[in-house]
């Protein structure tokens, strides 16, 4: 027949557009051209597709080969373009049924065996392909990631040759659907951390709010111990979100673990980290941080030492939940509403306000350390909470109270949050000042005594609307339907950073 066309999609960020691998044999000096391509990646794909073809025991056509991958402005990085290629080379040359793959999308890398490797972000594609009722394809390594899109029939080979042979008999069986596997977590619980009831308790507002939170404390006070337990006590995640959650990790360098379905994520970049690791970006655009922590927790322990450009970027996420990356002609959006969580010393040294007075920094060394966060961007965290170093004999205290579990805090944040979504639909965090004026009405009182806090403490318009919110949340935990004097009382607690640094 000379002509034949197999469907596959590209990786551009989170999309999977479609792209249409035509092969067009025609008589002429025998080689191989592919159109669409960057120029490495076609000698690449070109060396690979031709001697899997040979060693799975079929013939490369002795004749001009002509492969376009359109539509041509798409980003199309190589390897996974090799396992459609082929078969269109192979259904070209009438080596094996062409009315076999129609329907059928392809996604897969080759080795010069004619081994079918696992290509990156397989779970955008699977998805699309359930939207569009298609059929899809991919490597064995990839099947695990592909169910969980659910509604898509899928097929898999190991090999070009075996999957040939099957083409040619019966045809492709589907995999049968799996259930999603209940999510396990993993993270360490509450009830470790000794003492640190006023950090806890921020914690935990903020777990139910979905706020931001900056714990200041000196080193070894426990605040990445308080840290790594907020997915803990965070709500269940969605199915929807939890989808998203595994698209994002399956175009990830790091790929996505089907061991990590359900799981919020955790991401703890070091403060050396680069921009584009944090942010996002590269030739073909990569995931940053901020993104890999989508419905999850996004922690900055020694917030000032970050690159402070890097810090406003941040910004950006913080307000609309994505993140777009350009990189020369081309943009891709990210999804980035992550909770931040982010802890810093008092001073350069750790120690300003030990009781055993060991910091022996300058009143003009503290407020240069402190400038490095800019005033927009403290703007932006709605709770801050001083987490003190505990002495031995708290730390050793037999008589102390046993702490609480993360089940326990868990259920009350699960039922403060549905309280939010049932009447905003969305957490207290994501509240526009206008959704805050209808739903945190204040009476006179209270009013009053919000108005006199923010002019003790300076604070700005913006500070007030996170104090409401903030006090909402309170609210909510406390099963209250409206925001009294306590609650306000107590979100202004955590503004205290506020007055300190000015
Ligand atoms: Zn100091």
Known sequence: MGLATIHSR?????????????????????????????????????DRVRAAILNSGYQFPNRRVTINLAPADLPKEGGRFDLPIALGILAASSQIPAQALQDLEVLGELSLTGEIRPVRGVL????????????????????????????????TAGQLGALCAILHGDGLASVPPRPRSAPVLTVPDLSEVRGQFQAKRALEIAAAGAHSLLMCGPPGAG?????????????PLREDEALEVAAVASVSAA????????????????????????????TQPRPGEITLAHHGVLFLDELPEFDRHVLEVLREPLESGQITVSRAARQVDFPA?????????????????????????????????????SGPLLDRIDLQVFVPRLDTAELT???????????????????ARALQEARAGKANAALTPKELERDCVLDEATRQLLVAALTRLSLSARAYHRVLKVARTIADLAGAKAVATAHVAEALRYRQFDRDAG
């Open 397 to 415: 205290a037999r008589d102390a109270p046993a702490a609480e579990s993360s089940a326990v805090v868990r259920a009350r944040v699960t039922q």
């Open 124 to 155: 955008s594609a699977a998805i699309k392909c359930a939207k569009m009722g298609r059929k899809l394809l991919v490597p064995e390594a990839n099947v695990a990631e592909a169910l969980l899109a659910g509604d898509c029939e899928l097929k």
């Open 10 to 46: 590209a990786q551009n960020g989170l999309q999977a557009d479609p792209v249409a691998v035509e092969v067009d044999l025609s008589p002429g000096l025998p080689g191989l051209s592919i159109v669409g391509l960057p120029e490495a990646a076609v000698r690449e794909s070109r």
């Open 223 to 235: 605040k990445s111990m308080l840290a790594v337990r907020l997915p803990g006590i965070l709500p």
């Open 255 to 282: 790929g996505f673990d089907p061991q990590d379905w359900g799981r919020r994520p955790y991401r703890a970049p070091h403060h050396t980290a680069s921009g584009v690791a944090l942010v996002g970006g590269g």
């Open 337 to 373: 509403r992550f909770q931040l969580l982010a802890a810093m010393n008092p001073c350069p040294c750790g120690y300003l306000g030990d009781s055993a007075g060991r910091c022996r920094c300058t009143p003009d060394q503290v407020l240069r350390y402190r400038s490095r966060l």
